[in-house]
Each structure stands twice: as structure tokens, then as C-alpha cells.
């Protein structure tokens, strides 16, 4: 990796082996890796090594990884963190609570150790880039997005939009092709500010698709939201 700083990534999982060959492999790019045995622990150390990206196990004692993760989407200190499971449990149920409770991929295990640090590699990149490029323009199709003029186009006609219909659509062009749950669309535009139902977040959409039709949001039943042509 060429980067001045290392990017800093916690495993938490309960089964040693798989934490020193998921080290070994990552520090082998460079990585600065950190690892809990628990979800406790994993919670302790998070605060103290403020990582980059948190490679979680769903199955643990005590504290399982969803609800390691919900705490974690509480305290605005992991707002930038990114969030992969890895698990043996592919079952949709599960993954759809992961993405749910604030999950941003979702790894089965077993899996290679270069798919893994793909995968992983990918993840570090997105988060770079909201945190360094600040993109203010984004397009999609023949929409476009300019975020300083807080002004929709599509096909070079002006689109209005309430400031919540912007925002909800600016996050979901930020990632063209990213499922965002309804959890993950509350925490990041309404934030603290009042508590909202499902049906909130879906009217929402809806009243987007009425304005930019209905060809560019795709609905995932059960997960969430994504933008794609």
C-alpha cells in the first residue's frame, strides 16, 4: 500500500486462528491491525485504536457482532468507520440485520485471502474518498447533482426538491449500486434530530421517484434503497 499513514483496521472475532491468519495476511499490505476475542473487547479497543475499517464476527458470545455494531453506529466518533462482517452465516435474515444495524458489506466465510483484501481494499478506497476528494458534483445518467448550488438536474431541467428528498438522493449517489437500509438513511440524515418511522424514509423515496421517475431508484424489499440506471 502506498500511503504515508497505515490505515488502520480492528478484527473482532472469537476464534483465534482465524484472527492470526486474517493478521498475518493483512499486515503483509501494510496494514496496522488491532484484535478482539470479543464483542466487548472489540468495543474497548475501537475507542482506543479508532480504526479505519472493523472486521466483525456476527457469531460471538456475550455480545454478537450486530449488536457490537449497533453501539458502534450510536457514537458519532464511527461515523467515518467502515463496517464488514465476516461470517459463516449467509442466511438473508442475517445479512439483512447486518446492513440494518449500520453494516457496510457483508463477508462469508470461508474466503480467500485475496478476495478478502479486495474486498477490504474496496471499502478503504470508498471512505477515502468521502473523507478526501468531498465530491461536490455527482451525475447518474442523466441526472446530476450539484451539492454546493443545492440544485438536481436531469436532462438540463430543474428538479425541486424538499432538503430532505436532496439529501436522501445525494446519499444514494454517492454510491451508485450500494443498497442503503432504512436504518443506514435514518442515522445518516436525520441523524438525532427526531425519531422516524420506515414509512418517513419510503414516503420520502417515493416523493423522489414522483420528481426523477421511477427508473433510477431501485427498491431491495426487506433491505433498503439503491440508485443505479
Not at 455480545?63 to 468507520?81: A, H, P, Y
Not at 438522493?169 to 450500494?178: D, H, T
Request: a negative charge.
Amino acid at each position: 500500500m502506498n500511503q504515508d499513514t497505515p490505515r488502520k483496521i480492528l478484527v473482532i472475532d472469537d476464534e483465534v486462528d482465524v484472527l492470526n491468519f486474517i493478521t498475518y495476511n493483512l499486515q503483509k499490505d501494510g496494514y496496522q491491525i488491532e484484535t478482539a476475542e470479543n464483542g466487548r473487547d472489540g468495543l474497548e479497543k475501537a475507542k482506543q485504536f479508532s480504526p479505519d475499517l472493523i472486521l466483525l464476527d456476527v457469531m460471538m458470545p456475550d455480545l454478537d457482532g450486530i449488536e457490537v455494531c449497533r453501539q458502534l453506529r450510536e457514537n458519532s466518533d464511527f461515523d467515518q468507520t467502515m463496517i464488514a462482517f465476516l461470517t459463516a452465516r449467509g442466511e438473508d435474515y442475517t445479512q439483512v440485520a447486518a446492513l440494518d444495524h449500520g453494516g457496510d458489506d457483508f463477508i462469508v466465510k470461508p474466503i480467500k485471502p485475496n478476495v478478502l483484501r479486495s474486498r477490504l481494499n474496496a471499502l478503504l478506497r470508498r471512505t477515502r474518498r468521502d473523507q478526501e476528494e468531498a465530491t461536490l458534483i455527482y451525475q447518474v445518467g442523466d441526472l446530476i447533482l450539484d451539492r454546493s448550488k443545492f440544485v438536481v438536474t436531469m436532462a438540463g431541467q430543474t428538479i425541486d426538491l424538499a432538503k430532505k428528498e436532496f439529501q436522501i438522493l445525494e446519499l444514494l449517489m454517492s454510491a451508485p449500486g450500494k443498497v442503503f437500509s432504512r436504518q443506514e438513511i435514518f442515522r445518516k440524515i436525520w441523524d438525532s434530530e427526531i425519531i422516524v418511522g420506515e414509512r418517513t424514509i419510503d414516503v420520502h423515496v417515493r416523493r423522489i421517484r414522483e420528481k426523477v421517475g421511477e427508473n433510477y431508484i431501485k427498491t431491495l424489499k426487506g433491505v433498503g434503497y439503491k440508485i443505479e440506471i
